[in-house]
């Protein structure tokens, strides 16, 4: 059994590593505590990353040609597309899920919430 990297690689435009680690290793260990056996307990640990992990390896594919290309065709689409994308709309929230590692509300699935920022920061 794997957890982090060592289960799935993404590339570090995503800056993952960190992220899935944490989310893999709550995971592993709540599927220990709540479910008999060492084989149940890792089924049940692979059910609660799979959705989130799957899509962050898509979003790997499809982002690396963008990021780590020696081609000049996928950098003129980023600066051209994706770099004011990021700035207008729904984009700065989109991205800043992305890179929270947020996307595919990770969290839902493993019983965590994301903390009140406002009442933390004491602006409630």
């Known amino acids: 059994m794997h957890i982090g990297d060592a289960w799935h690689a993404a590339s570090p435009q995503l800056g993952q590593g960190a992220n899935m680690a944490l989310l893999d290793a709550w995971a592993l260990a709540k599927a220990l505590r709540e479910t008999d056996g060492v084989a149940a307990s890792l089924a049940r ?10 899509l962050y390896q898509w979003l790997t594919w499809l982002f690396t040609p963008l990021y780590q290309s020696d081609s000049a065709f996928p950098a003129i689409l980023r600066d051209i597309f994706l ?10 929230r989109i991205q800043a899920r992305l890179v929270a590692g947020l996307a595919g509300n990770p969290l839902r699935p493993l019983g965590l919430k994301l903390p009140n920022y406002r009442v933390l920061s004491g602006r409630d």
């Not at 640990?45 to 799957?54: K, W």
């Not at 770099?83 to 700065?92: E, F, K, N, T, Y």
């Open 45 to 54: 640990f692979i059910s609660l990353r799979r959705a989130h992990v799957r």
């Open 83 to 92: 770099a004011p994308l990021s700035r207008v709309g729904l984009g700065p």
